[in-house]
């Protein structure tokens, strides 16, 4: 039925690239799909629309269209730290210019240069915008080139929709590109101004820091555990430095029997610690009540010690970067108002700054709040109709200021207060509660800064143009 050996000998030929050009005696009759698939992946290469040449040599398609301009061409940039991959397509998305791009200025410029050269029109897209594409988006804005983000969720979606399973830098590029060929509704990508680059910058690094800090506490309790258990659970070493202090030269129940209240007092006050009688005390009374000791103490002691240095000298770190990020959130435009708002603070207004980006991309309140993820979205199904579930895609970070600050807002009388203890009447626990009360906050801060005003409890008072009689 399927022939001999022979005959798969022969058809196996003419599908070689150096058989007879994909004709020959077909197997299962007339094998006109399967040769014109052939034929398309060696024009336009087997991983989905991309050339597969990657020597740095033209293409048939290529040097096609390197002396006539097409009327637009779409742009996908796989962007990483060492090089960027770059793939061209015009309006039917075919692949017209491929190449790989390191992420240096006089490279960048040079495939820009080339890809200007190939149309009337060009349209970037991008699937990162941290800091490994920030060369390349710079050199971009700075030639009038409009770029748009390709979420990388979407990318990874969208790439299932193209046969083959490759996956290498040129068919992401591939991908990237094509997306952004067919919606239209993707966001540009603004260059920040210096202000908000350096809050990104700086907010990022706290954040790190503040990582670090949880990690040396979490260690710490874990060793000093070992060495006594009730010494441990004495104090909240994470909110305590005169605590923190006394690990620095005390961590064993023997050394503090040792060292007494009188002589513990004194040299926790030289130390300039606050109440140092209360926190001696403390530290005894935990001492007493353990007079074993537990193998390894003496080597956790001086962990213990370590460890609370650390803590100290990174505390000191992060009120310096809460200074340096408070000067710069005041010198930006918005900050007043941002900060005029109950809850919201120089850290937090910073945090929203980086986060929002240009409020001028939020037609409206309600954008802001989707994109901050305070906005249910449908889930119906058939006769299913009129059911809400959480959103999964959208600003962590901005749903973080927002339920932050809400929850900071609660805390004194106001009409925060009011509208939290509102929703909490009407049955809603402490975290919808708040939920709520951030969605309406959203409201009032986009208002404030459409209007350039700050926050005050009373509405403003409604302005009315006389008109003629």
Known sequence: MFGGPEEWGVALKSLAPGGSGGVAAPLFGTPGPLIEMCETVAAYGADGGVSSDRNGTLSEVEETHMNAQVPCLWVGIDASKAHHWWVAIDDTGTTIWSRKVSNDEAVILAGLGEVLAMAAEVRWAVDLTGTAPALLLALLADHGQRVIYVPGRTVNRMAGAYRGEAKTDARDAYVIAETARLRQDFAPVKIPTDQV??????????????????????????????????????????????????????????????????????????????????????????????????PGQNTAAGITADLAAQVLALDKRLKQLDRQISDVFHTHPQAAVTESMPGIGPILGAEFLVAAGDLASYPDAGHLASAAGLVPVAKDSGRRTGNLRRPQRYSRRLRRVFYLSAQTSIIRDGPNRTYYLKKRAQGHKHIPAVIALARRRTDVLWALLRDDRPFTTSPPARTHTATAA
């Open 197 to 294: 680059a350096d809050l990104a910058l700086l907010t990022t690094h706290r954040s790190d820091l503040i990582a670090d800090r949880v990690r040396l506490l979490n260690r710490l309790h874990d060793v000093l555990t070992g060495i006594s258990p009730a010494l441990e659970a004495a104090f909240d070493y994470a909110d305590h430095k005169g605590a923190l202090v006394l690990l620095t030269g005390y961590q064993t129940p023997a050394a503090l029997r040792r060292c007494g209240q009188a002589r513990l007092t004194r040299w926790l006050a030289a130390r300039g610690v606050r109440h140092p009688e209360t926190v001696g005390a403390t530290a005894l009374a935990a001492a007493h009540a353990q007079h074993i000791q537990l």
